[in-house]
Structure formats: C-alpha cells, structure tokens
C-alpha cells in the first residue's frame, strides 16, 4: 500500500518538532480529515539552513512533510516556492491516489512558512 | 523480525483440523451433492454433518441451517428475505447505528425503495437500549435487526431481552414481526444458543472461528418464511441457490464443532490475555481510554484511543514492527473520520486521537502480548512527540 520511502519516513521521520530558534512558522490543516501540519523555516544568507515540522495526520502526511523538511534545505524562498505537490510525491516514490492531497497539505504548510518570512531576510 | 497477529476479528487462522477435514473433497470426494452417484452421495453426507455440526453449536434443528457465502450473504438474505416475504403486511425495520456494513447497506437499500427505516443509538457504552427497541416498535415493523456483539468494540447486545419484547408482540397478534441478529463476532466467544435468544434468524460465518473465508450460515427458524435472493437450482431447501462449495462446508462444520467443544477455554485464555493487555496499556501509556462497555463484551477484544495521535499511523508503525492489529480511524479517501462504529459511541469527528482495536484469538500466547506492550509505548511517544496537539495540550496544562 504504502512505498518503502514512506514507510522510512513514518518510522524515523527526519527533522521533527518545533524549531525554537525558527524565523518563520507555517501551518496547513485538512478541513476535511483534520491533518494539521505546523513547519518551521530557519533563513541565512537569503537561504533556507533548516526546517523542521510538527504533525498529527496520516502516514503519507508524516513522510510527505518529513521528505519536504530534507528537500528545501539550501534552496532559497524564490526556488522552494517553485515546489508543487507533485514534487513531494515523487521523492516518496508514490501514494495511493486517494492520499495525494497529503502532499498538498505539505506543500501548503511550506508556503504559508514562506509567506511569514520578515521582509529583510527574504 | 517477530510476528504478532492480533486482528482476529478481521479473520483467523483456519485450524489445521478444520484443513485436514477440508482436503477430501478436493481431489478425492469432488462430486456435486446434487447428483445421485456415489460421488454426489458422499458430497452430500458431507454437507448434512457439517450441518448437524453448526446447528448443534447454535441448538438449532439442521434443517434450519442454510449455507451460503458467508456473513455479508447471510445478513443480505435474512434482511432483503423477511422484507420481500412480510412487506405486505408492514414495511418498517428497526436496526442500531453501528452495525456491520452488510446489515447497513442492506437495510438502506430498502429504505431507497420506500421502507422506513428506524437506527438504534448505541449510547457511549455501545449497547442498544430495550426502552429504545419498545419505542420503536410500531404496527408496521416486520424486522428487528441488531447484531450480538459489535465487530469493532466487542460489545453484546441485549438480543434476549429484544427476543422476549418480540415474542410478547407476536403473542399479541403482530405475526409478521420478525428478529434477526449478525452474531458473526459473538460465536465461538460467547454462548450462542438460538432458543435461548428467541431469535427468527441468525448470521454466522466461519472465518472468525478459525474456519475458512467464503462460507457462512443463516439460520433459520422453522416456520419462518424468507425469500429467496439468489435463483437457480433447488438448493439449501429453496433458499439459495448454487452448487454447495463442499470443502468450505466440511470446513465450517468442523470449525462449529471446535469451536462449541473448545469455547469455554478458549473464552477464558482471550479474557486473561486481553485483561492483562488493557492494564498494561493503562499502565504504561498516558491519555489514552477505553471505548465500550467494560463488563458486557466480548473476550478478546479491546479497543482503545489514544490522545493527539491519528490511528492509522500507529497501525502502519505497528505493522513495521510486525503486529497487526487495525484502526477505527484510517483516512480514507481524505476523510480521517472515525469509523461509523465509533461515532455512534459519541466519539468526535475531529481526529484528535486514533483508534486501534486489538482482537486476540485461542492462540494468542503471553509472549506475544508481552512483545506488543514492549513495543506499542515507544510508538505511540513517537507520534506524540511530532504532534502540534500534543505541545498545545502541555502548553495548557503547564498554565
Ligand atoms: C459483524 C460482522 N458481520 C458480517 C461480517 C461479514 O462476514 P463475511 O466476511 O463472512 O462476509 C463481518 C466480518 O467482516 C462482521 O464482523
């Protein structure tokens, strides 16, 4: 059902937890299944130097935010913002068709950090 | 990696008692019943033990047991058989909230073609209420349907009581008044015994008792009149037609057999086992709590929610450690809604904690449940610990 990646990333999920020292915080929630996905983005240098997240949601919700954290580390707000969806599915190889929105709750949590990023840093 | 099995309400492992009286009528005893040659003979004594065996685990007669292809057709048959039978004599049908998906489907399918259908609550206890069902009744009611014991939670219904209340109102002249129950996660866990229950028709089907999947039993009270929903040939007395599949008959008669000469301690190590898994689970892991009735249920099953976590992901981390168990709360097609079960037991829609039911069978052993007890706490840390919902909630708590 689930892809060995997905699986990986429910068992040891990479970057997990609030981030203290972070400089912008976003959130996603699934109105419909109630997921709720917080990320936390730390900015140097015009670049993304960390991210790390908080969930409550399915497998692919875990992994899909678990493999975004790994996937916009060095890139800069402009190049992350370019993320789609899609994207995160395919770093987790595939997901059951009915568990795709899973990666756009992830990459909605990742806009909604970019958004909050203060001006000076971006 | 060790192997842990505990979703044996989901199906068991056939006994290999229950393979070994399956496999002669495969390659060696492979005539039809119908047929009068020694072949069809033999095909047929088969089928009329295995029919003595399960009417005599549920004291019935065995011509008031008809084989067909399992618990989703018996419901289907019982259901959509009275209401073809008796709907010009009312079209009415009194059912609970949380019964199996065959029960429902069915009954909503007759609902769509103008019956009116009365849902049963279930209260926090997941119980249905007696008051409830003589409230319900009506002049009209054909039908009461409501299962002996949940699938989800384990909880027994008051189906005695519902027997008594039924027979009152046949006495008094409501002929047509009818009482079926899905017993199919009560048998071989609970005594089940036909009269005892005052029930018109009952559903069983072998994959819960450690016999094979795609054969089940209605049972049907002498005198009562159903419909058929399956035509063809002149099989099961006019009731269902279709070659009898006589390896699965042999299976579940021997499974009946088992099950009623082994039920008491068989009933007695699931209740310890399961007793001693609840304890643990309370003991070792905070926010979590119990759903359904503590002393009226079924032994073997214990299901649970556990705060700030969603089910399916404590399920799957299960699963990779290699214990199955299932989730009353798994998203399906973007809905992480809990299950109809759970709702009717007033659960909130929200997903603000998951649910997983644990269901142990005869060979579930200590060092088994001991491994799960080992493995769950860590797991369920883990999934907490990555939950906004679990920070907000000892943010709240340190104020
Ligand atoms: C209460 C109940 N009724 C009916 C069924 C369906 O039985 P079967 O799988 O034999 O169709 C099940 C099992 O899934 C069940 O738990």
């Given at each position: 059902m689930y892809s060995p990646t997905v699986l990986a990333h429910l068992d040891q999920p990479r970057n997990a937890g609030a981030m203290e020292d972070a400089v912008s915080r976003g959130e996603a929630t699934n109105p419909v299944c109630g997921d709720l996905l917080h990320l936390y983005l730390k900015i140097d240098a015009g670049r993304i130097v960390a991210a790390s997240f908080q969930a409550q949601g399915c497998p692919p919700t875990i992994a899909a935010a678990s493999v975004l954290t790994g996937m916009i580390e060095g890139l800069t707000p402009a190049q992350a913002r370019n993320l789609a969806p899609a994207d995160v599915t395919r770093a987790l190889e595939y997901l059951p068709r009915n568990k795709e929105h899973c990666c756009v709750l992830a990459i909605d949590a990742l806009r909604s950090a970019l958004a909050a990023i203060p001006i000076e840093m971006v | 990696m060790r192997r842990v099995y505990l979703d044996n309400s989901a199906s068991t492992r056939v006994d290999d008692e229950v393979v070994e009286a399956m496999l002669p009528y495969f390659t060696e005893q492979y005539g039809n019943a119908s047929s009068t040659h020694q072949w069809g003979?033999?095909?047929?004594?088969?089928?009329?033990?295995?029919?003595?065996?399960?009417?005599?685990?549920?004291?019935?007669?065995?011509?008031?047991?008809?084989?067909?292809?399992?618990?989703?057709?018996?419901?289907?048959?019982?259901?959509?058989?009275?209401?073809a039978a008796h709907c010009s004599r009312g079209r009415h049908i009194i059912t609970s909230a949380f019964e199996h998906p065959a029960v429902l489907a069915s009954c909503d399918q007759l609902e769509a073609q103008g019956f009116t259908l009365t849902r049963l609550p279930v209260y926090r206890e997941g119980i249905v209420r007696l008051k409830d069902v003589r409230a319900a009744l009506t002049d009209e009611t054909i039908l009461v349907t409501v299962m002996l014991a949940n699938n989800e939670i384990g909880t027994i219904q008051p189906i005695a009581e519902i027997g008594a209340l039924v027979a009152e109102r046949?006495?008094?002249?409501?002929?047509?008044?009818?009482?079926?129950?899905?017993?199919?996660?009560?048998?071989?866990?609970?005594?089940?015994?036909?009269?005892?229950?005052?029930?018109?028709?009952?559903?069983?089907?072998?994959?819960?008792?450690?016999?094979?999947?795609?054969?089940?039993?209605?049972?049907?009270?002498?005198?009562?009149?159903?419909?058929?929903?399956?035509?063809?040939?002149?099989?099961?007395?006019?009731?269902?037609?279709?070659?009898?599949?006589?390896p699965l008959i042999a299976g579940i008669g021997k499974a009946a057999e088992l099950a009623r000469v082994h039920m008491d301690e068989r009933a007695v190590h699931m209740r310890q086992l399961r007793d001693y898994l609840e304890a643990q689970i309370i003991e070792r892991i905070p926010d979590v709590s119990r759903n359904g009735d503590a002393e009226q249920r079924v032994p073997g099953v214990a299901n649970f929610n556990f705060d700030f976590v969603e089910g399916e992901g404590l399920q799957i981390s299960l699963d990779l450690k290699g214990i199955a168990v299932s989730t009353g709360s798994a998203c399906s097609s973007g809905s992480t809604e809990p299950s109809h079960v759970l709702?009717?037991?007033?659960?909130?829609?929200?997903?603000?904690?998951?649910?997983l039911r644990f269901s142990l069978s005869k060979d579930t052993t200590r060092e088994e449940i001991d491994y799960v007890i080992e493995t769950l706490p860590a797991i369920v840390e883990k999934l907490r610990k990555i939950s906004p919902r679990t920070k907000k909630k000892t943010a709240e708590h340190a104020e």
């Open positions: - | 003979q033999h095909a047929k004594q088969a089928i009329e033990d295995a029919r003595a065996q399960v009417a005599r685990l549920l004291n019935a007669q065995p011509t008031e047991i008809v084989f067909l292809s399992g618990g989703t057709e018996s419901d289907n048959l019982a259901i959509k058989g009275i209401a046949r006495a008094a002249g409501q002929r047509h008044l009818h009482l079926h129950t899905d017993a199919v996660q009560a048998v071989g866990k609970i005594p089940v015994d036909v009269k005892q229950l005052g029930v018109d028709l009952l559903t069983f089907t072998a994959h819960k008792i450690h016999g094979p999947k795609g054969v089940g039993a209605l049972y049907v009270r002498r005198g009562v009149r159903i419909t058929s929903q399956m035509h063809g040939g002149r099989h099961e007395r006019d009731r269902r037609a279709g070659t009898e599949s006589v709702l009717a037991i007033g659960l909130p829609r929200d997903s603000g904690h998951g649910s």
